[in-house]
């Protein structure tokens, strides 16, 4: 079983930044697609970025420019710099990863960081 953490969320306040974290327990090489999502209460959860499977990355529209994925293989961590931080920001952050084994599809979810923008 596959268990992802995320850390890093906290009180900001607008034009602030924070970097989130996503430590796997196991190698993220081995994921198929690994990324970013945000959830408010009231709506669903939405990406925000994340590798995919051909290797590139992605980005929803609203962070294109403020917000950067990368990930250490080596640590088996996954990261989300995110700047210039607007109150619309706030959200709970979620990363997620998905693999095969024996052609069968499995994904996992973080059990969530919070992320508060405000003065």
């Known amino acids: 079983q596959v268990q992802l953490v995320e850390s890093g969320g906290g009180l900001v306040q607008p034009g602030g930044s924070l970097r989130l974290s996503c430590a796997a327990s196991?190698?993220?090489?081995?994921?198929?697609?690994m990324g970013w999502y945000r959830q408010v209460p009231g709506k669903q959860r939405d990406m925000v970025a994340r590798?995919?499977?051909?290797?590139?990355?992605d980005y929803a529209d609203s962070v294109k420019g403020r917000f950067t994925i990368s990930r250490d293989n080596a640590k088996n961590t996954m990261y989300l710099q995110m700047n210039s931080l607007e109150p619309e920001d706030t959200a709970v952050y979620y990363c997620?990863?998905?693999?095969?084994?024996?052609?069968?599809?499995?994904?996992?979810w973080g059990q969530g960081t919070q992320v508060t923008v405000s003065s």
């Open positions: 590798f995919t499977s051909g290797g590139t990355t």
């Open positions: 196991r190698s993220i090489d081995s994921f198929n697609s």
């Open positions: 997620a990863a998905d693999w095969y084994h024996d052609n069968q599809g499995f994904g996992a």
